[in-house]
């Protein structure tokens, strides 16, 4: 019996290649004047063309947003955005930009417009983690959804090889689990598989020629996709132990993703056969796991959470982690069976279905 709730979310997407130009018209669209944008100190120049391009309707600049949303730079944050009055955020960058601008507007409920510059799908989503003395909080609440996501090719175009790679595979990270979401529509299955495709065909092509326009295009839509699954069901198991893993030993975020994935989704295939079916074909392989796995190797990514820098007794803490306030999961977690997966992770070995 086919049955299931589905809901659709209200965020404006605009896509293209130079769509970054339609950032004036969204700002008088919106009906905003008093804008706060964000960034990080490495992307500050082009948050100052930007500001040329808008004018007198920038009344701030915030280049200090940092990875894991820590509190005390939204504070400043928030002190820049009281003192300038502004009345809308713009935020340009990855997904710890979206974070900070997300912080921003859970507080004060200004509209965002939100310009992606890496595919970690944040964008469409309406969760915030913040950290707080080293300890990750996260919430979820439709303050948090941004209002407008401009995608520009253009600024994807040099996203460093090394990052396209891992931030791309976060992407499909949130496609998988979408597809076995306890929560989970016939339209949300339908995105995911989309999304998985575009991501798996043009990863190793930007691995090869970062610069192929047409890669960076299907890789930037595969991840608005992955984000709309992120944004519209729940994640599972895998995000699980990625949360656990970065807020436990501040592990980078995509890097994780991209050394969890394999062997997170070897942990559920027994339970998901018909997920696993249509990975087969989404990914035109046997064996979604060990090709994902595969796929970690021909970006160039590391495959082992050792090289990330967490130590062995790390294994333990981060199985009791997991193991606390579980995500819902379509195979039971079982301790053992579960310790053994962060393991394999944590020591580069290719997945097993166990
Ligand atoms: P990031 O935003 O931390 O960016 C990593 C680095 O890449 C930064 O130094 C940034 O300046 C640089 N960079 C970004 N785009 C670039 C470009 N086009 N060219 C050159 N350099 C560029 O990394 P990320 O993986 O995008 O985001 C990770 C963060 O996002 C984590 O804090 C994670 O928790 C959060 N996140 C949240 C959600 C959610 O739904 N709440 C989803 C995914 C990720």
């Keep these: 019996m086919l049955s299931f709730i589905h809901n659709s979310y209200p965020v404006r997407v605009i896509f293209g290649d130079g769509t970054l130009q339609s950032l004036p018209d969204e700002v008088t669209r919106l009906g905003t004047s008093r804008l706060l944008i ?32 820590p509190i005390d730079v939204t504070e400043k944050a928030m002190n820049l955005a009281k003192e300038t009055d502004a009345d809308a955020i713009v935020a340009i960058g990855g997904g710890s930009v979206t974070g900070l601008s997300k912080a921003i507007a859970v507080r004060t409920d ?19 983690g913040e950290t707080k003395n080293g300890e990750k909080i996260t919430q979820s609440s439709e303050r948090i959804r941004p209002e407008v996501v401009i995608y520009d090719v253009d600024l994807t175009m040099n996203l460093p090889v090394a990052l396209s790679g891992v931030s791309g595979i976060n992407a499909i990270a949130h496609a998988i689990e979408a597809l076995y979401a306890k929560d989970g529509t016939p339209i949300i299955n339908l995105i995911a598989l989309e999304a998985i495709g575009a991501l798996a065909r043009a990863l190793p092509v930007i691995a090869r020629t970062p610069q192929d326009r047409q890669a960076r295009t299907d890789a930037l839509y595969g991840a608005w996709l992955a984000g709309v699954c992120l944004g519209s069901v729940s994640m599972a198991l895998h995000h699980k132990l990625c949360h656990t893993l970065g807020g436990s ?56 959470l050792a090289e990330l820098g967490m130590s062995d ?22 301790r053992e069976a579960i310790r053994a997966t962060i393991a394999r992770a944590y020591a580069g070995a290719s997945p097993v279905t166990a």
């Design 313 to 334: 007794d790390g294994i333990d803490l981060a199985t009791e982690r997991a193991l606390a306030r579980p995500y819902p999961n379509p195979r039971p977690l079982n």
């Design 38 to 69: 964000v960034t990080t100190s490495s992307q500050s120049m082009i948050a100052q063309e930007m500001a040329k391009r808008l004018g007198s309707r920038v009344v701030g600049i915030f280049p200090g947003a940092t990875m894991h949303t």
């Design 110 to 128: 200004l509209p965002q417009i939100i310009i992606p510059t890496t595919y970690a799908g944040s964008e469409m989503s309406a969760i915030l």
């Design 249 to 304: 030993f501040n592990l980078p975020h995509a890097e994780i993703h991209t050394i969890v994935l394999p062997h997170a989704l070897a942990y559920n295939a027994p339970a998901i056969p018909g997920v696993m079916a249509q990975l087969r074909t989404a990914l035109a392989t046997e064996d979604p796991a060990r090709t994902l796995w595969d796929l970690a190797g021909v970006v160039g990514a590391q495959r082992s």
